[in-house]
């Protein structure tokens, strides 16, 4: 039998009409289901789609707080690349970075590249993985609405997060409305395969 973490602080960050809660409904059902005790917070920017949101998932034996101090996240996941450094103050040495490579440009900015953020986020965490989620999700399903359910796949295939398969997909199964279901589950199998 696997041994209970004692505690485990994840960050989220992204924009309005990502699905950021979604994913944290999914991960506290999935928590829940394994035993943990669970808090949960959303913090919202702009309250509208496209502005920047953050939601913090919390679980381990005994949770006191649904915040996740500074420096005090150990996976820090972002549906939205320049998002991602909205996570940074959240980080340490042993924070993990999970990024959806993907920008939602704003107004009357240019869009930064996607090798000077990286270059950033690197001054602060070695332990970086960016995937081009929307980019998959749009080629494999012709909308990139389950980027979220992607990076979530592949960071519980990859034991970045550490609650099992099984508990994700009985959340989803229960947090999901049946009629978006199905694409959520190949979305997330798919994720399982990406190299």
Avoid: W
């Avoid at 994913?23 to 309250?47: F, N, P, R």
């Avoid at 270059?119 to 993985?129: A, D, G, Q, T």
């Avoid at 999901?176 to 990406?194: H, M, R, W």
Wanted: hydrophobic content about 40%; proline content about 4%; aromatic content about 8%.
């Amino acid at each position: 039998m696997k041994k209970k973490i004692n505690e485990f602080n994840i960050v989220i960050t992204g924009v309005g009409g990502q699905g950021l809660l979604t994913l944290l409904q999914i991960l506290d059902e999935a928590a829940l289901i394994e035993g943990y005790d669970v808090k949960s917070a959303e913090v919202h920017g702009l309250a509208q789609r496209g502005g920047s949101v953050e939601v913090y998932c919390r679980f381990g034996q005994k949770i006191y707080s649904p915040l996740v101090r500074q420096g005090g996240a150990d996976l820090i996941i972002s549906l939205e690349m320049q998002e991602a450094l909205r996570g940074i103050h959240f980080s340490s040495k042993k924070t993990f970075f999970l990024i959806n490579n993907f920008f939602v440009p704003i107004p009357g900015q240019e869009t930064p590249k996607i090798t000077d953020l990286s270059k950033i986020l690197e001054k602060i965490s070695k332990k970086i993985v960016s995937i081009p989620a929307s980019n998959i999700c749009q080629k494999e399903f012709g909308t990139d609405v389950t980027a979220g359910i992607f990076i979530l796949g592949y960071g519980i295939s990859r034991k970045l997060i550490p609650l099992k398969s099984n508990s994700i997909l009985k959340a989803m199964k229960k947090v999901i409305p049946e009629k978006y279901l199905d694409l959520n589950l190949k979305t997330f199998e798919l994720a399982k395969k990406f190299e």
